[in-house]
């Protein structure tokens, strides 16, 4: 009887711890921490030329005064715009006045160009003739993204003193 009561006594113990150990919570620590991550408002273009170039034409006979298409056509061009919701993103471009060569002038309203979209979500790159006095709108969007299309240059050919002509046009991403 003695050895059923200790081995019944053993069982007990052990039973006890086991079911004491289960019952213990498990030691842990922990610590929350705050991920922050800050989003600017981002606008950016880029352009595969900074130079548009026209070849001399020489005109037919009976002359004829055509556009004359950029010896750098198609120009590919991208704008990235990182802004909130709906917001709207337009590119202008403004040129600084008309095409110089020393004292003569040809209009920079001879300038035009043709726009096609590689990628065009929410808005479109737009075709378009260059002034000197008003932005001119060259692409529309809503909402973030990144809108990628090439864009076309003509140059029409009228009657002009023989020169090198030049000018330069900002483009401006603006968000609204």
């Given at each position: 009887?003695?050895?059923?009561?200790?081995?019944?006594?053993?069982?007990?113990?052990?039973?006890?711890?086991?079911?004491?150990?289960?019952?213990?919570?498990?030691?842990?620590?922990?610590?929350?921490?705050?991920?922050?991550?800050?989003?600017?408002?981002?606008?950016?273009?880029?352009?595969?030329?900074?130079?548009?170039?026209?070849?001399?034409?020489?005109?037919?006979?009976?002359?004829?005064?055509?556009?004359?298409?950029?010896?750098?056509?198609?120009?590919?061009?991208?704008?990235?715009?990182?802004?909130?919701?709906?917001?709207?993103?337009?590119?202008?471009?403004?040129?600084?006045?008309?095409?110089?060569?020393?004292?003569?002038?040809?209009?920079?309203?001879?300038i035009s160009w043709t726009a096609t979209n590689v990628h065009s979500s929410n808005g479109t790159f737009l075709d378009g003739t260059m002034s000197a006095t008003?932005?001119?709108?060259?692409?529309?969007?809503?909402?973030?993204?990144?809108?990628?299309?090439?864009?076309?240059?003509?140059?029409?050919?009228?009657?002009?003193?023989?020169?090198?002509?030049?000018?330069?046009?900002?483009?401006?991403?603006?968000?609204?």
């Amino acid at each position: 009887m003695k050895r059923v009561s200790i081995l019944f006594l053993t069982m007990i113990s052990l039973g006890v711890m086991g079911i004491n150990n289960k019952l213990q919570a498990p030691t842990y620590s922990s610590k929350n921490i705050t991920i922050n991550a800050q989003v600017k408002q981002t606008l950016w273009i880029w352009m595969q030329r900074d130079t548009i170039n026209f070849p001399p034409r020489v005109p037919k006979n009976p002359p004829s005064w055509d556009e004359i298409p950029a010896n750098e056509n198609p120009v590919t061009i991208s704008v990235t715009a990182r802004v909130h919701g709906n917001t709207t993103t337009v590119l202008n471009v403004l040129a600084n006045g008309d095409l110089e060569s020393g004292q003569e002038r040809i209009p920079i309203s001879n300038i035009s160009w043709t726009a096609t979209n590689v990628h065009s979500s929410n808005g479109t790159f737009l075709d378009g003739t260059m002034s000197a006095t008003e932005p001119q709108l060259a692409g529309k969007w809503r909402t973030s993204g990144r809108r990628t299309g090439s864009l076309n240059y003509f140059y029409y050919n009228d009657p002009r003193p023989p020169g090198n002509y030049t000018q330069t046009v900002t483009y401006t991403l603006v968000s609204f």
